[in-house]
């Protein structure tokens, strides 16, 4: 099993930045494959970004690209997203999730990935 907790939402002005981290800890192998979703009010579950495990491949939302880098760190099993020029429909609460490596199986579909933190609040005030 593999335990994923998310942290540093919080509230900011639109154009601002935040950077969630997601902390992996028990058989953390398993998580070859890490991504950020984020979920609306009303809303889909919505892929953002993912990367491979050795930080090599990278895959962002067209809504994201170029406003979010997704990075990690293996030695502290953490994955990182850094998120700038926030626009208010940014808000949502992120869920980062994690998965092992299946070749021909989509990075952006969360049914795909088995374990999830338990999501973190990002609100956008305009």
């Known amino acids: 099993q593999v335990q994923l907790v998310e942290s540093g939402g919080g509230l900011v002005q639109a154009g601002g930045s935040l950077r969630l981290s997601c902390a992996a800890s028990?058989?953390?192998?398993?998580?070859?494959?890490m991504a950020w979703f984020r979920q609306a009010p009303g809303k889909e579950r919505e892929f953002e970004a993912a990367i491979n495990w050795s930080g090599s491949s990278t895959l962002y939302a067209d809504s994201v690209k170029g406003r979010f880098t997704l990075s990690r760190d293996n030695a502290k099993n953490t994955v990182y997203l850094q998120m700038n020029s926030l626009k208010p429909e940014d808000t949502a609460v992120y869920y980062c999730a994690g998965r092992p490596n299946r070749e021909l199986v989509q990075w952006t579909i969360p049914t795909t990935y088995n374990y999830w933190g338990q999501g973190t609040q990002v609100t956008v005030s305009s």
């Open positions: 028990g058989r953390t192998a398993s998580a070859s494959v």
